[in-house]
């Protein structure tokens, strides 16, 4: 449906990787208009968790657009997110091409909106190829316990799965597993 706007640049950051680049959805209006209401229609939590930096250009416009998203929940590289002590969270993620890390704020998880004593969230991310950096959130945000109140995971939502890297699977025992995309053949 939007594979023709994504862009493919092979070996990098490295060699054996293929880079897939969302980012020309920033210079078409109607594809862009397009994916974010394809993004609405599949994310169904209230509250979204999101990675930096391309999760949040797709995030943001369904906090002002859509009908239920109420919160988004930024998840930032190391030394973005002013915190007080105590509030910020580390995350250690696997990605197809080493480990990193990410962070997020507890103080951003009690802004979340509550449907059934819990905080429901979509993790959303522009590409699902290995699964690493979703599964760290995942299990991360799953222990946290804010103001009383349980995280649950409703659903991984990416705009571009590659499956030849089986993210899916790793994902699927969390929750279900949605994408706009599937390359097909695209390591």
Known sequence: MFENVIKHYPDFPKPGIDFID????????????QVVAELDRVC??????????????FAAPLLS?????????????????????????????????GSDEVFYRRSDLSACTTTDDCI??????????????????AESLAGEV?????IRIKEFVFLVELPALQGRKVLEGIAPVRSLMSLEGVE
């Open 65 to 97: 657009d859509s009908a239920h998203v109420q919160t988004i929940v930024p998840i930032r590289k190391k030394g973005k997110l002013p915190h007080a002590e105590g509030d910020l969270v580390k995350v250690l993620i696997e990605k197809e091409y």
């Open 44 to 57: 169904t939590a209230p509250n979204i968790a999101t990675v930096e930096a391309r999760g949040f250009l």
């Open 146 to 150: 804010i103001g009383g109140r349980k």
């Open 22 to 33: 969302v980012l020309p959805f920033m210079q078409d209006k109607e594809a862009f208009r």
């Open 120 to 137: 429901e969230l979509t993790i959303l991310d522009d590409l699902l190829a290995t699964g690493g950096t979703a599964l760290g959130i």
